[in-house]
């Protein structure tokens, strides 16, 4: 069982940057498979990021790749999004995720992922 709790979130002009942080509690995180999701209103939950109980594989959505960085302390029980070069269009409650497949398409999958946080609201003014 893995509790997450996120945070970080608020409100940035265009352009701008913010770092979420998503808090885990529960012996094994270091085994899991950490993800970012997000959900605009009116939208489906989507991808955003991803990384690999070890750290040594991280996987982005293409809207946001070269802009968002995770990456993750297992030490800390942490897994964090940087994201710079903020758009109107990464307007979204933000959701760290928990799940057990490492692998390019099911990490990217809101489906394969067993454990949410409550979410944290990311707004983007132009």
């Known amino acids: 069982q893995v509790q997450l709790v996120e945070s970080g979130g608020g409100l940035v002009q265009a352009g701008g940057s913010l770092r979420l942080s998503c808090a885990a509690s529960?012996?094994?995180?270091?085994?899991?498979?950490m993800g970012w999701f997000r959900q605009a209103p009116g939208k489906e939950r989507e991808f955003v990021a991803a990384?690999?109980?070890?750290?040594?594989?991280?996987y982005y959505a293409d809207s946001v790749k070269g802009r968002f960085t995770i990456s993750r302390d297992n030490a800390k029980n942490t897994v964090y999004l940087q994201m710079n070069s903020l758009k109107p269009e990464d307007t979204a409650v933000y959701y760290c995720?928990?799940?057990?497949?490492?692998?390019?398409?099911?990490?990217?999958?809101?489906?394969?992922?067993?454990?949410w946080g409550q979410g944290t609201q990311v707004t983007v003014s132009s």
């Open positions: 529960g012996r094994t995180f270091s085994s899991y498979t």
């Open positions: 995720a928990a799940g057990y497949y490492s692998d390019y398409v099911r990490a990217r999958s809101v489906s394969k992922y067993d454990y």
């Open positions: 990384i690999k109980w070890s750290g040594g594989n991280t």
